[in-house]
């Protein structure tokens, strides 16, 4: 994993630069990529702290749903960037599949998957989806 810090225009970013971290795609990338949610929140938590501290575990659990989706869907690395925007987080993950997520019949008796597209559709503000040849970027703004 590779960590480089960037900045923007938001209030936050003047003591929390953004971050991008970069993985290889492995299963074990999915808990590097909630570690490195976890430095930046603690990061941005010192300069803004959460309106309610729902708003940590939500960002940790979205980016967590976002690894593992590109691991599991997408093969080859991913990009994880987080940047404090003026009233939360935008988390954008940027993986090797052209095709757009799409939501899942979930099935709990049946053990299987099926929540992740719904669970970042419930918990964050803006959901987008753009494609390329090359892969697609998932982006997502949640609550701080």
């Known amino acids: 994993m590779a960590t480089e810090p960037r900045g923007n225009d938001s209030p936050a970013s003047w003591a929390v630069p953004s971050r991008t971290a970069r993985f290889a795609g492995e299963p074990q ?3 590097g990529a ?6 930046f929140l603690r990061a941005l ?10 708003c940590w575990h939500d960002i940790v659990l979205i980016v967590t749903e976002l690894a593992s989706n590109a691991v599991q869907y997408a093969p080859g690395p991913f990009v994880l960037q987080l940047r404090p ?13 052209p095709t757009a ?4 019949p979930f099935h709990p008796d049946a053990g299987g998957g099926g929540i992740g597209w719904h669970l970042i559709h419930t918990l964050c503000s ?18 701080w």
């Open 85 to 97: 925007t003026f009233d939360g987080v935008h988390v954008t993950l940027h993986d090797t599949n």
């Open 45 to 54: 938590n010192r300069a803004t702290p959460p309106a309610t501290p729902e």
């Open 29 to 31: 990338d999915v808990t």
């Open 101 to 104: 997520p799409a939501p899942r």
């Open 34 to 39: 909630r570690l490195a949610a976890e430095e």
């Open 126 to 143: 803006q959901v987008s989806v753009v494609s390329a040849d090359e892969g697609k970027d998932v982006h997502v703004f949640l609550p």
